[in-house]
């Protein structure tokens, strides 16, 4: 009999979840205007909103937290974590920052001017909010291919080189802030990017002048999908896959929330001296002095760690396999998602799953409560809520895909949860001729309103 698969690990300590009933979820979502941010994670069975931050740490990671210096200069955290990056990506500078979007700020005070354009593939809703905060625009250069959720092209994170090269061609060396490759993009569904595709957007970027940046919360899941899925890398380890993909990068922001494998920390990392020295200043206003940016030196020390055993293999397998299951559940039912299934990621597409519900209200959202109703599911909407009102026109922005995002923490969940998560949306998709109509705002901030948007059922 061949044996089947198992986890690469085994649990040494738990957390109780707590079971609710229909009729107190039903209070709840209502209590929190329909916005699942807004809900208590006690009133949560599974909790998908995010793989940021929500993952388990491992036995050692727990082990470097005791050895945490505190030292305000000069911890042995620090050094850790700086030793850390340059044997995995190579970058000799580095500045900690308190998570992902905190590194944007800082190395985008340095780099994007009002007027900029900042092309990229999908821009995360952080970066695009980072960008756009500082009047400049994120332009979209993702292939095609991602917007066809049933095609199983197996880099849509890949960048339309002949829609770069136009942005590059249009506008002056002076106003392209950089280009930013997203690995995997999460917006697209956790896709990646193929080493190919990303030579030859380096290539590119250095005929036109212009830098790299990777936005890398997602980096070890990429190497993972080039082993798998691109000629000659089958036999390379992760840690080789890494190293090549950053040889074609000038920078990095780096969430450490989410292939870190820690419930907080993120940092950025340089070739230049020169803009490490500039972002420098701007660190320390923002985040902290220069070896701890927001961490405390536990922290640092468990994202030394993490990021050392997020590049095995064997952790990856077990968790990608863990994401795949549950795209073949949704295959057995019929349920539509964004194909392949994404690294950290299924995103269920909304418009196949509800199509009886409008875009102006919102199916994703829909569905999103839904999944909640049925069985304590918390997901998020990738959407029009997500996708804000255009900056200029303050026109309600419609993107081509409408998700409902299924997060799968790091080493948190069994597949036993995964099989309730796979009936529930099961349940909500066999009762879809009934769910004909959705939400309508009544609250919104004026960008990434996503967080605090209140709702109304109609
Ligand atoms: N870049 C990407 C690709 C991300 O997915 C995120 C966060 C960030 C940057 C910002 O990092 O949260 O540490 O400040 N993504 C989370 C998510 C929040 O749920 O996808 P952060």
Redesign the pocket.
Known sequence: MKIPFAESFRIKMVEPIRHSTYEERERWIKEAKYNLFALRSDQVFIDL?????TGAMSDRQWAAMMLGDESYAGSSSYFNLKKAIKDIVGFDYFLPTH????A?NVLFSVLVKEGDVVPGNSH?D??KGHIEFRKATAMDCTVDEANETQNEYPFKGNIDLNKLEAVLKKYPKEKISFICI?VTC?TSGGQPVSMENIRDVYALAKKYGILVLF?S??FAENAYFIKKREKGYENKTIKEIVREMYQYADLM?M????DAIVNIG?FIAFRSEEIYRQATTFNIMFEGYITYGGMSGRDMNAVAIGLDEGTEFDYLETRIRQVEYLGAKLDEYGISYQRPAGGHAIFVDALKVLPKVPREEFPAQTLGVELYLESGIRS?EIGAILADRDPVTRENRYPKLELLRL?IPRRTYTNNHIDVIAASLKNVYDRRDTITRGYKITYEAPIMRHFTVELEKL
């Open positions: 909103l995010t793989d940021s931050g998570q992902g979007r905190a944007e995360f952080t970066t997203t999460n936005d919360a997602r922001t969430s450490a929330k989410k993120g998020t997060a």
